[in-house]
């Protein structure tokens, strides 16, 4: 009510649409009531939508064209698995998980009423877009990355596949710091539903800041690309010779 006509609220079908006439010139967007979507493809299109400082205009039978990005956008869902993220620390969405209880019907007609008509500029819609708009924020950066809730972090668990999951989990179950991307495919493929590729096992562990890439080195005569998955500080500071030494002993007894 407080953004008139720059308010645009859309559903299912606009998320993965690949016109959008229905959020152009917007400053907010409401995707109302989102589903799971198994793939990345919808995530993507979020991601650059809200992340596009231009946006390109498609319009059926009309040819592109480009206006300023502006619009902030809040998405609704009862999925707990709605949105893709690859992990916990996605910068652009920030997530709560609603648990305070209803409040009655009764506050709602009150609150109605003092809102006025639809379409109308009334004195309670005023008084709300005051009192929001001069709400202390304290030390906010609205250019910072969004925080990391527990609401998120569930999210990102939910949604994230097979190799990722198992990916997270490697610190806990692993028995050794490091490890080659082809021995990490091996083991994720002796028990995986779906096999991957050292390609696919390479992305996901560089999805994952708390884990450490060496440059290519040589172990027992072969260039190698290891990953710390434990022990960061100590790896990082290793020399060749002393990471070389760790994976020939380990792997002797840790094939």
Not at 1 to 23: C, H, I, K, L, P
Not at 58 to 68: A, D, F, G, N
Not at 137 to 162: D, I, V, Y
Request: aromatic residues 10%.
């Amino acid at each position: 009510r407080m953004y008139g006509e720059n308010f645009a609220e859309v559903g299912q079908q606009d998320a993965e649409s690949t016109f959008n006439a229905t959020v152009v010139n917007k400053h907010f967007v409401m995707f109302d009531e989102l589903s799971r979507h198994e793939s990345r493809s919808r995530a993507d299109t979020l991601k650059k939508m809200i992340s596009e400082e231009t946006m390109v205009v498609r319009i059926k039978h009309v040819s592109e064209y480009h206006v300023p990005a502006c619009a902030h956008y809040y998405l609704t869902s009862n999925d707990p698995a709605v949105l893709y993220l690859a992990n916990a620390d996605e910068r652009r969405y920030f997530i709560h998980h609603a648990t305070e209880e209803k409040l009655p019907q009764s506050f709602f007609t009150a609150f109605g009423k003092w809102m006025g008509e639809s379409g109308q500029a009334t004195p309670g819609i005023n008084a709300l877009h005051h009192y929001l708009l001069h709400l202390p924020l304290g030390n906010f950066c609205h250019t910072a990355q969004a925080p990391t809730t527990e609401s998120k972090r569930e999210m990102a668990e939910a949604s994230e596949t097979e190799l990722n999951a198992w990916v997270r989990a490697l610190p806990d179950v692993a028995p050794r710091d490091l490890y080659a991307v082809g021995e990490l495919t091996r083991l994720f493929n002796e028990n995986a539903v779906r096999k991957a590729t050292p390609v696919a096992v390479g992305m996901a562990l560089k999805a994952r800041p708390q884990y450490y890439r060496f440059p290519p080195m040589k172990v027992s005569g072969i260039v190698e690309r290891l990953w710390a998955l434990r022990n960061l500080e100590r790896w990082q500071k290793a020399t060749n010779a002393e990471v070389t030494k760790y994976i020939e002993t380990e792997r002797a007894k840790y094939p």
